[in-house]
């Protein structure tokens, strides 16, 4: 009977973890400056967002006329400890922005659905990422 019970923690709790019943969120790697997803809680597809060499930035963009994946669907962003993310509504850079610094100690996860951020909720179409 308790070996029953432990096959099924096993199989139930990895399933927890990736966030069923919950956040798959994890560490942004130190080569990363942040990880954005498709949907809340860091679920859905992943892009990693490279970190730039010292004192630049890593830029992204999506115009309409060249991609449709990722562009209008980013719903949670983590950013790495000592970073900072801006997201823009429109291509180009343009539009309205949000920013999200990491302090040094900790990583920063944030879901687009939140009150400060929900005017880029599945509607960002560029970013820039600083360390
Ligand atoms: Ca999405
Ligand atoms: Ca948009």
Same mark, same amino acid.
């Given at each position: ?57 890593? /830029? ?12 209008? *669907? $980013? &719903? +949670?962003?983590?950013? !790495? ?27 920063? /996860? ?12 599945? *509607? $960002? &179409? +560029?970013?820039?990422? !600083?360390?």
């Amino acid at each position: 009977m308790y070996s029953i019970v432990l096959v099924c923690l096993a199989v139930v709790l990895p399933a927890a973890q990736a966030g069923i019943f919950g956040s798959s969120c994890v560490e942004v790697p130190a080569n990363l400056c942040a990880i954005v997803y498709d949907e809340s809680n860091c679920g859905g597809w992943k892009l990693e967002i490279p970190k730039a060499a010292r004192g630049k930035s890593t /830029r992204m963009d999506w115009p309409w006329y060249a991609s449709f994946w990722y562009r209008n *669907d $980013i &719903e +949670s962003i983590s950013v !790495r400890k000592g970073c900072t993310f801006t997201g823009w509504d429109d291509h180009g850079f343009d539009g309205k922005s949000i920013s999200i610094a990491a302090g040094g100690r900790r990583d920063k /996860r944030i879901n687009t659905k939140e009150d400060e951020y929900d005017d880029l909720h599945e *509607d $960002i &179409e +560029s970013l820039e990422c !600083r360390c």
